[in-house]
């Protein structure tokens, strides 16, 4: 059973746009804080963006504005929207879950790449130039 089921991804040329979701199922997703963290062959993973238990967002500095991270309260479906895409922005993308107790402060983007509970099998983002 699938924990966290990501889609959106595809290929698209350097200044458009790209929509990931991500649907959580078989867990309290009320009880993690949700997020984004991506991987490219040869790469440390970055973390994207994040809410925290308040439901506020946290991005990485090379976002710069770009994309936007929001989640529905009923179902907890998390989503990345992404503009003004570049290459360097071409990754495997991850949505990940962590429990609640550990989704506070300055580190959540960490936390998230290296102390997720839940992780998606990724979603493949290509941004040609």
């Known amino acids: 059973q699938v924990a966290l089921l990501e889609s959106g991804g595809g290929s698209v040329q350097a200044g458009g746009s790209l929509r990931l979701s991500c649907a959580p199922n078989g867990f309290p997703a009320e009880t993690y804080c949700m997020g984004w963290f991506r991987q490219t062959p040869g790469k440390e993973r970055e973390g994207v963006a994040a809410?925290?238990?308040?439901?506020?967002?946290t991005y990485a500095d090379f976002v710069e504005g770009r994309f936007t991270i929001s989640q529905d309260n009923a179902k907890k479906n998390l989503s990345l929207q992404m503009s003004a895409l570049k290459p360097d922005d071409t990754a495997m993308y991850y949505c990940?879950?962590?429990?609640?107790?550990?989704?506070?402060?300055?580190?959540?983007?960490?936390?998230?790449?290296?102390?997720?509970?839940?992780r998606g099998q990724g979603t493949q983002v290509i941004v040609s130039s």
């Open positions: 809410l925290d238990r308040e439901g506020t967002a």
């Open positions: 990940a879950a962590v429990q609640h107790k550990y989704c506070s402060g300055s580190s959540l983007l960490w936390i998230l790449v290296n102390h997720h509970f839940y």
